[in-house]
């Protein structure tokens, strides 16, 4: 109900047939113009002038440390560095459309994963093994599960730069106590607990349903602890018979088990975390748990600083009695990357460049403002972090896991989304039963 | 009296002929020029490119590989898109026949002369200056389950999952939509009924007709070419509907309020998937026009006969 502007009061008919096509020229607009101004915004400018580089990230907070970085390396090279920005969240979109312009950065921030499966395989990306190479501290200063999360086709295409971010177990302690818990170590536990939240007229689990990824990264700790990380890889390799196996089935059945039993309530698809719906249930008292990312810390720091400071309880996923999972893999975010694009003019520049990613500068930083980088020498500098028990606990399960699986819908290709949201969600309020998921999940493209 | 009238009627038109005969020229094509050129531009060439690009294969990176009719044929056995039209249709349907009567009372009285009816109406029309982002985002937030209007008001919302089902989501998309929208129809009605002549009024008066009455049988068909605007207004609102379906629900739960121009963008800038984006695109292209076509020739809209005939 919007544009009245389109409409005109028009008289003969050939204005009439005009006013038409405005409706219709409106609507196909929306497309073109979206793509074609995306590549006119890039802003990063031609990557061929003469001794410069371009660093193209997501704009946000942690772009202070990128200036640091970025003004120190410049400091000693004689080829520049410039740091671009793309403000909001609309990064991989934009990114998409500028990757194989004149405007296409040199080094990018990106996800690891699918977020640049797709460049890899159009050829853009270069891959680092001959920096490594003359380097081996690009891959040995970072924590190895981290690492191969950029690693495609057996060869490394990103080096990792600002933080780690696991999925763990939010608690409200002071809720627990009340009613006589502690964090659960076992599913069994879990469930248990659960029951005794909602006697207590509790919503046992907080859950942001409405976002659709916090429903995810149940799926994604159930299949882990159950089959272990080799289901999902095997799926994503190609072979979709993965989805169907017993473990997947078994899966499924836990999570329609902890559904039923009523542990995320009755209204998590109205709630929402990105609008602070779900976290002010944990805040607030009114639940017990709530499975996210390391940045809940961080998100309830400041929207609740006394509940923070004093309740806020995290431990890892429960294990899974008769699971083959290891009960220390952890999934989430594994970190930020930087990946290189094969043209760039400056390799040797942008070697130097990324030889900053383990520096004691860096790590410094990044800790100062609430990030946990994944290089081995992260521990010397713990201390100095801002809560160093909370960034301890995170490192030690990082460094401690045999595993560290991606974000489904980060390793999946971004066209792999929608649908993996869509059933996740359905499959979550019993619009689809395990066999419909099934289905829906073998339907997605793994290239 | 009548006489002179003719008369100087038919000297003011030979000025104007003769004025018009001298020097002036007819305008030519050339005057066309610049309006043509910019439609070409920013109308033509973009439905052309979309058209195109709908048989090809396009993710964003590198050149558009050709594929024939495969977007097509998927378009065409996608249950969502089937469903995506039929739920534009129904939010467009739920707009018209929820704002029309809201906004025709609202404006009539609007229109009369009551006190304080100025400061009802300033304060009324505030949702107007809103942005949509600002209202979806400020709706989302009063209607949160735990937080929001429905926990203190479980008599009238339940459990208060207005947006994890259909029907609720639905409800509530339409709702803010009224909410925001319903001034504007208001404001276009206020102007129809200011214009309709008093002197119907005060015949209606003198025979005994009541308010009732003068309602329906002045007001109302005197509005009749303003209901027709107001209306071609909404369905074409209605069928360009995105932003509130992006911040209140983003097409679920599930697909149930996927409208097609949500799961156009869907497609596009979330999949990546631009050629199938681009058949979306142009099957709304194709249904607007329709629905547009249909709604001229129905209403009359094209012979927009006056309501003041007679008088």
Known sequence: MRSPASVSRSRTSRNRSARTRIVVSALACTLVAGVTAGCGSGGSGSASGSGTIHILVYGDTGNTVEKQIVDTFNKTSKVKAVLDTIPGANYQQKLQTIINTPQAPDVFFNWGGGSIAPFVKDGLLLPLDSFIAADPNLKSAFLPSVFNTAVIGGKAYGVPMRGTQPVLLFDNKKVLADAGLTPPASWDQLIADVQTLKAKGKTPIALGGGDQWPTLMWFEYLYDRVAGPGLFEKALGGDTSAWASADSQKALGMLKQLVDAGAFGSTFDSVKFTDGGSPALLAKGKAGFELMGSWEYATQKAANPDFTKTDLGYSNFPTITGGTGDPNDVVGNTNNFYSVLKNTKHPDAVAQFLKLMYSDEFVKAQLGIGNLPTTTNTPQFLTTSTDPAYDTYQYNLVKQAPSFQLSWDQAYPPSATTVMHQAVQQFMDGKMDAAAFIKAMQSLPTS | ?311
């Open chain 2, 1 to 311: 009296m009548t006489s002179t009238t003719t008369t100087l009627a038919a000297a003011a038109g030979r000025r104007r002929a003769v004025r018009s005969g001298v020097g002036a020229t007819r305008p030519g094509l050339a005057w066309a020029v610049p309006a043509t050129v910019f439609f070409s531009l920013f109308a033509i060439v973009p439905l052309v490119l979309v058209a195109v690009l709908s048989f090809t294969g396009w993710n964003g990176i590198g050149a558009p590989k050709w594929i024939g009719l495969s977007n097509w044929t998927a378009l065409w056995h996608d249950p969502v898109m089937l469903k995506s039209l039929w739920l534009s249709a129904l939010l467009t349907t739920l707009g018209v026949v929820i704002q029309t009567p809201i906004s025709i009372l609202l404006g009539v009285w609007a229109a009369g002369h009551q006190r304080n009816r100025a400061v009802l109406s300033a304060i009324y029309f505030v949702p107007l200056l809103l942005s949509v982002t600002a209202v979806s985002v400020l709706w989302r937030a009063l209607l949160d389950p735990n937080f929001g209007i429905p926990s203190d008001a479980g008599w009238l919302f339940g459990n208060g999952n207005l947006l994890g089902t259909q029907s609720g989501s639905i409800g509530v998309l339409a709702f803010v939509g009224a909410w925001q929208w319903t001034p504007l129809h208001t404001l276009i009605y206020q102007g129809g009924a200011r214009a309709v002549p008093q002197v119907l009024y005060q015949a209606a008066a003198i025979d005994g007709a009541g308010t009732v009455r003068q309602f329906f049988h002045i007001t109302l068909p005197q509005l009749r070419n303003t209901i027709i605007t107001s209306m071609v207004l909404m369905v074409v609102g209605g069928l360009t509907t995105f932003d509130t379906v992006l911040i209140l629900t983003q097409g679920g739960p599930g697909t149930d309020t996927t409208i097609s121009a949500y799961y156009m963008y869907q497609q596009g800038f979330l999949s990546f998937d631009f050629g199938g984006a681009s058949a979306i695109a142009l099957v709304l292209v194709v249904v607007a026009t329709l629905i547009s076509l249909v709604m001229v020739r129905l209403t009359g809209y094209d012979r927009m006969n006056s309501t003041a005939e007679g008088l």
